[in-house]
């Protein structure tokens, strides 16, 4: 197993470390992004809260105030200024930064599932290059399979890379749409109930 994972990167040599690099990149920035965004049960349970909070619950204010989640600061933020008039457009801004934050990690799947393909892409002239210099020379069969390999080793490993990368960010983009529209749904029944609270 090792002799053939190191005859593989022989084969894609020197594309194939580039590539390695790539793929540890792009897993390490999925956990990154998984691990430091919320989920949708934290909202979820701030909506409980919420319902709570309208019907004059004491625990939920402690439970709120206690939370060390990002978003329950943030209710608690709207909850101490909910008499200042320009409150919204604070909260707007507060919940840009908050929803931007989320978006950790995704930046860099985004650029890794960019350039590893053309990486690999460039593996393809690369051993057509070694194809097209062996043409007219003795043992030129061997040369020719040599970088024919080459070139499909390194597309493939950057095509292998891609395409995970890519299912991680349009999943991660997606997850992302959705916790921003239950923030917003969330915010907005706050400010426009605050008073009540």
């Given at each position: 197993m090792l002799h053939t994972i190191q005859q593989f990167f022989e084969a894609c040599h020197p594309f194939g470390y580039?590539?390695?690099?790539?793929?540890?990149?792009?897993?390490?920035?999925?956990?990154?992004?998984?691990?430091?965004?919320g989920s949708r049960a934290e909202i979820h349970k701030l909506f409980a809260l919420y319902d709570k909070l309208r019907k004059k619950d004491s625990t939920a204010m402690q439970?709120?105030?206690?939370?060390?989640?990002?978003l329950s600061r943030e209710v608690a933020f709207l909850?101490?200024?909910?008499?200042?008039?320009?409150?919204?457009?604070?909260?707007?801004?507060?919940?840009?930064?908050?929803?931007?934050?989320?978006?950790?990690?995704?930046a860099i799947i985004s650029v890794i599932t960019n350039i590893a393909p053309m990486l690999g892409i460039l593996g393809t002239a690369w051993g057509l290059v070694d194809i097209f210099g062996v043409f007219g020379t003795p043992g030129a069969q061997e040369g020719i399979a040599l970088g024919i390999s080459k070139a499909l080793y390194t597309t493939i490993f950057g095509l292998a890379?891609?395409?995970?990368?890519?299912?991680?960010?349009?999943?991660a983009e997606r997850a992302l749409e959705h916790r921003a529209a239950l923030i917003?749904?969330?915010?907005?029944?706050?400010?426009?109930?605050?008073?009540?609270?």
């Open positions: 580039p590539l390695l690099i790539c793929s540890i990149i792009l897993v390490t920035a999925i956990f990154y992004h998984y691990f430091s965004t439970e709120v105030q206690q939370s060390k989640q990002e909850l101490e200024h909910k008499n200042d008039e320009n409150l919204p457009s604070i909260m707007e801004s507060r919940l840009k930064v908050l929803v931007d934050n989320q978006r950790a990690g995704l890379i891609a395409i995970p990368g890519m299912i991680a960010l349009t999943c917003d749904e969330l915010f907005t029944e706050l400010l426009a109930h605050r008073n009540e609270i």
